[in-house]
Every structure is written in structure tokens, then in C-alpha cells.
């Protein structure tokens, strides 16, 4: 059964908002996404898992952004093509924490914070599109 982009989306970030404590796998009859977490404020996002979720022919693992390189290498990606100049700083910002705030300071300042959000929207549906394309998983068409 076919799933839409859109659930996939949605579930990449409720798993980026867990930070590691969740888990979601798909469906690959159905479709549905199910999520498990043990993150205490997001307990209405947590399903009963069902009793087979092990078996890869029914069930696949939803990726994490880290999975798919949709942190720190989509970050310098977009440095190399849209801030060039910048590059050497934003792989600097990125050695030390609080890297994300910084980075979209440096953004604003360099008025390029649309064109990131722009970037990582396009780069984060390619790579779930890839990455059902590796695991047979078929995609609804957009209305």
C-alpha cells in the first residue's frame, strides 16, 4: 500500500524531535506509520507497536535526518554552493555547540535563511524519496 511523502515527512520529525529516544517503522502492506517513544512529553504520539514489528518483509525502520546525512553534510553542501565564502566559518560553526543557532545567525546576516529552509525542504523529500526507492516502499501521488 502506497504512503504519501508528506507521513514520511511528518514522521522524520517527530523522530528529529525524540532526539534519539523514539523509534517509527512503516508498514510496508498498509502504510501506516507507527511511532514508539519513551519521551515523556510526547506520549500521544506513542502507539502499541505490533507483536511481529521485527519481520522486515511487514515492517521497515524509519530513518533518522542522520541516517539520510541530513545534518552537518547537508549543512556544509549548502555552504559550499550558496556561501562559498563562508564555507571555512560554517564548518567552524559546526566544531562547537550551538552550531544550528549560529549558523542560521549567520544566515539571517547573509540574508539566505529562505534559501536554506528552500535547500534542506528539497534535499530532505529527495533523500525519503531515495530511500523508499532502496526499500520498495511506493509512494501515493499528490493531489
Not at 83 to 107: M, Q, T
Request: glycine share 6%.
Amino acid at each position: 500500500m502506497p504512503t504519501s511523502l508528506q507521513q514520511l515527512l511528518d514522521a522524520l520529525e517527530l523522530l528529529d524531535m525524540q532526539k534519539g529516544l523514539g523509534e517509527a517503522y512503516l508498514c510496508r502492506r498498509t502504510g501506516k506509520i507507527y511511532h514508539h517513544t519513551e519521551y515523556g512529553d510526547l506520549q500521544e504520539f506513542n502507539d502499541e507497536l505490533p507483536d511481529d514489528i521485527e519481520d522486515d518483509e511487514k515492517y521497515v525502520a524509519m530513518p533518522s535526518k542522520r541516517d539520510l546525512d541530513l545534518g552537518k553534510p547537508l549543512v556544509l553542501d549548502f555552504a559550499r554552493q550558496y556561501l562559498p565564502d563562508d564555507f571555512d566559518e560554517v564548518r567552524a560553526i559546526f566544531s562547537k555547540r550551538g552550531a544550528y543557532g549560529n549558523f542560521k545567525a549567520l544566515l539571517t546576516r547573509r540574508k539566505a535563511l529562505n534559501q536554506w529552509y528552500d535547500f534542506e525542504t528539497k534535499e530532505t523529500e529527495r533523500a525519503l524519496r531515495d530511500w523508499c526507492a532502496v526499500h520498495g516502499i511506493a509512494l501515493a501521488e499528490s493531489k
